[in-house]
């Protein structure tokens, strides 16, 4: 079994910056590809930015040269920097790891969410 961990949510203003970080503990091969999705109240879960074990990073057009997505795969950890944070940055945020559970299992896995949130 995988388990993620997030830290780092919390109250910021407009401007401002967070990191989050997420680890994995458990049982597994490798990691593969390390993303966060973020989910405002009433709307649906969102792509925030990806990074996958060759270190290829894709983002949301909303987030490109504000956030910036790293790994640390001696610590199975996925960091995402914001900066210049803005109100409509507001929301859940979730890792996702998919993980090699086995040589030739792929299974993908989710945070238990953190929460951001960025005042006017």
């Known amino acids: 079994q995988v388990q993620l961990v997030e830290s780092g949510g919390g109250l910021v203003q407009a401007g401002g910056s967070l990191r989050l970080s997420c680890a994995a503990s458990g049982t597994f091969f490798s990691i593969n590809t390390m993303g966060w999705y973020r989910q405002a109240p009433g709307k649906q879960r969102e792509l925030v930015a990806t990074i996958t074990s060759g270190y290829t990073t894709n983002y949301a057009d909303s987030v490109k040269g504000r956030f910036t997505i790293s790994r640390d795969n001696a610590k199975n950890t996925v960091y995402l920097q914001m900066n210049s944070l803005k109100p409509e940055d507001t929301a859940v945020y979730y890792c996702?790891?998919?993980?090699?559970?086995?040589?030739?299992?792929?299974?993908?896995?989710w945070g238990q969410g953190t929460q951001v949130t960025v005042s006017s």
């Open positions: 996702n790891f998919w993980v090699y559970v086995s040589l030739q299992t792929l299974q993908g896995y």
